[in-house]
């Protein structure tokens, strides 16, 4: 499902000695201490969130207050390639923002694209953003991902209003149990043998198509059923893959594992697998997979 996002962009006359990016920007991007400035404002508004395919329900939900980005990266990068701006918020750090969403920052009069991406970063994860055809997840597994990408052209100081729509671009996996959680099992491993956690803000397809890892921990008591999430960044809008699931001790040793061949994903949508992981039946056991996608819903914020 798509997510709408509204930037409000005001442009105004400055000096360039008062700009503080000044010393970042490239010679041919910024050939004169005289050429004139634009005071560029980015205020991401909130989301139009459908929630069908996710969850079920379609409500709205402010960026401030939707738990699937807890990190919000607004860049600018001029037509050479060279990135003349780049700011992530954190939410959960106030020094790193005013007010969540809501970017200031000064430009020259040219012509820029600008890369907004919306996250959600646990543990020692961290993504890397370094073009508008490139980005990856350099440390840890694929998260909740959305981006968008849009073409800036600075010509006065005549206000802009523009509006862009933040995308969620990955695919998500989850394998729920059909058995309950055994006291030797601390965490599940979802391999995907294609696609990858490196992406194209831009198109919002995988770089690389030689799969990835998730590891997750099993958050349920024992005795329980479990439900397992991880996501994969696709090279094709839909793409079928095998996916190897395992089951893993504390000390990360394998206790079980299973590879269910052509799964079939799509981005913005739920592939479940469901199946026994746990216990005596796992390794007798198959899964079945839910293939069936709710259609698209777009809705404008």
Request: glycine share 6%; proline share 2%.
């Amino acid at each position: 499902m798509m997510k709408n996002v509204k930037f409000f962009l005001a442009a105004f006359m400055l000096l360039a000695a008062a700009c503080s990016n000044e010393e970042s920007l490239d010679s041919s991007v910024n050939p004169s201490s005289e050429q004139a400035q634009a005071l560029v404002s980015v205020r991401v508004d909130g989301f139009a969130v459908s929630q069908e395919e996710f969850s079920g329900t379609t409500r709205a939900t402010a960026v401030g207050s939707y738990n699937g980005v807890s990190f919000l990266t607004l860049a600018f990068y001029a037509s050479n390639g060279t990135e003349v701006f780049k700011h992530t918020q954190n939410r959960v750090d106030n020094t790193t923002f005013t007010t969540f969403g809501e970017f200031s920052t000064t430009l020259p009069i040219g012509s820029y694209t600008m890369v907004v991406l919306g996250y959600v970063l646990y543990d020692d994860d961290a993504l890397t953003l370094t073009s508008p055809t490139q980005a990856e997840y350099t440390v840890g597994s694929p998260r909740e991902t959305f981006a968008a990408t849009q073409e800036v052209n600075v010509t006065s100081t005549t206000a802009l209003n523009l509006t862009a729509t933040l995308d969620r671009i990955v695919s998500q996996l989850k394998v729920v149990s059909t058995d309950n959680r055994t006291a030797n099992v601390e965490k599940i491993r979802m391999t995907f043998a294609a696609g990858g956690k490196a992406f194209n803000p831009t198109t919002g397809l995988a770089t690389v198509n030689t799969g990835s890892v998730s590891t997750v921990s099993t958050s349920v008591a024992v005795g329980e059923r479990s439900g397992s999430i991880g996501y994969v960044f696709l090279a094709t809008d839909e793409q079928t893959m095998d996916v190897t699931i395992e089951t893993l001790d504390a000390q990360g040793n394998t206790i079980y594992t299973k590879t269910v061949n052509d799964v079939p994903f799509r981005r913005n949508r739920i592939t479940k697998l469901t199946g026994a992981v746990y216990g005596a039946n796992a390794a007798a056991g198959s899964f079945q997979v839910n293939t069936d996608w709710i259609g698209t819903v777009n809705m404008d914020f």
